[in-house]
């Protein structure tokens, strides 16, 4: 199967950006001239599913619970290297911290410490994202953040699957429910 047509070319680049910070064949390199072509090939990845899982179509979800345990937004998100991001990472820090300041009461100030060690945030999302790869149609990735948790999980069955989606739909209710 061939995923090149299905790169999307800012995660190569986000990706290649965050490898010359530490491989120094990155850093030699001149990002603007090179295609996700050639980034995938390099990393010996073209045609496979790793880029596609990474650099591609793959989804995950990105679910916010509010402190009664009720949905209040979910997105899906294509690409999974999105989910390695330091942004998505920084995402989840930030609007913890927001929510643990708010849990607390309204004249508490937003703490700059980290509700989670960064590095086992890190590991535990590249857990599920490796776990991905193993999975037929890669699984199905969900980041569930709640103001005093988060949990991560691969939904690798198909029974798991339509049990999440079933629940999803009734625990996610439209503005005309009421």
Same mark, same amino acid.
């Given at each position: ?10 995660? !190569? ?8 910070? &530490?491989?120094?064949?990155?850093? =030699?390199? %001149? ?12 990393l010996?990845?073209?045609?496979t ?8 179509? !793959?989804? /995950?979800? /990105?679910?916010h ?6 949905? /209040?937004?979910?997105?899906?998100i +294509?690409?999974?290297?999105n989910?390695?991001?330091? =942004?998505?990472?920084d995402?989840?820090?930030?609007? !913890?911290r ?12 937003v !703490? ?18 490796? +776990?991905?790869y193993?999975?037929?149609? +890669?699984?199905? &990735?969900?980041?569930?953040? +709640?103001p005093n =948790? ?17 629940? /999803? ?7 005309? %429910?009421?």
């Amino acid at each position: 199967m061939t995923y090149v047509n299905k790169i999307d070319p800012s995660l !190569t680049l986000k990706f290649s950006q965050k490898m010359a910070e &530490v491989d120094p064949d990155f850093q =030699q390199m %001149d990002f603007s001239k090179i295609t996700p072509e050639e980034l995938l090939r390099k990393l010996n990845v073209i045609d496979t599913n790793t880029a596609g899982i990474l650099f591609g179509e !793959t989804p /995950f979800r /990105f679910v916010h619970f509010d402190k009664d345990g009720e949905i /209040f937004d979910q997105k899906l998100i +294509h690409g999974m290297y999105n989910m390695l991001s330091d =942004q998505f990472i920084d995402e989840i820090l930030s609007w !913890t911290r927001k929510q643990s300041s708010t849990i607390r009461g309204a004249s508490a100030s937003v !703490t700059e410490e980290n509700p989670y060690p960064v590095k086992g945030l890190r590991e535990i999302l590249a857990n599920a994202v490796a +776990h991905a790869y193993y999975q037929r149609h +890669h699984g199905d &990735v969900v980041v569930e953040l +709640h103001p005093n =948790q988060i949990t991560v999980s691969n939904l690798c069955n198909l029974d798991a699957k339509a049990f999440v989606n079933k629940w /999803f739909s009734r625990a996610h209710k439209s503005v005309s %429910d009421s």
